[in-house]
Nanobody, 121 residues
Framework: QVPVAESGRGLVQTGGSLKLSCAAS??????MAWFRQAPGKEREFVSA???????HYADSVKDRFTISRDNDKNAIYLQMNNLKPEDTAIYYC?????????????????WGQGAQVTVSS
């Protein structure tokens, strides 16, 4: 397992933007992803990116969030625009053994501590 750590937590107003970063402590040749968990809700998929750069998004964030990856830095990023109060959650970075765009949290084995994102109305 390759440990990962998120950064970039913050408080923004509705319509604002925020960028999260996730750094892995070693090389990751497989898919990495972002999940989030809101208070009282289950963890849900947000976005995933393969080593080659193919991406997939949850419908709720499509056209507002952009995932990117820098393989030289062993890092992925999540640019979040037009944020809404319902985006408020703890955002987690995770890695999987698979090379395809896995969307189930059970497929991911290494999780960060999470980054709190709060969107005020």
């Amino acid at each position: 397992q390759v440990p990962v750590a998120e950064s970039g937590r913050g408080l923004v107003q509705t319509g604002g933007s925020l960028k999260l970063s996730c750094a892995a402590s070693g090389q990751v040749l497989s898919t990495m992803a972002w999940f989030r968990q809101a208070p009282g809700k289950e963890r849900e998929f947000v976005s995933a990116i393969t080593w080659r750069g193919s991406t997939h998004y949850a419908d709720s964030v499509k056209d507002r969030f952009t995932i990117s990856r820098d393989n030289d830095k062993n890092a992925i990023y999540l640019q979040m625009n037009n944020l809404k109060p319902e985006d408020t959650a703890i955002y987690y970075c995770a890695t999987t053994h698979f090379s395809y765009l896995a969307i189930n949290s059970q497929d991911y084995y290494s999780w960060g501590q999470g980054a709190q994102v709060t969107v005020s109305s």
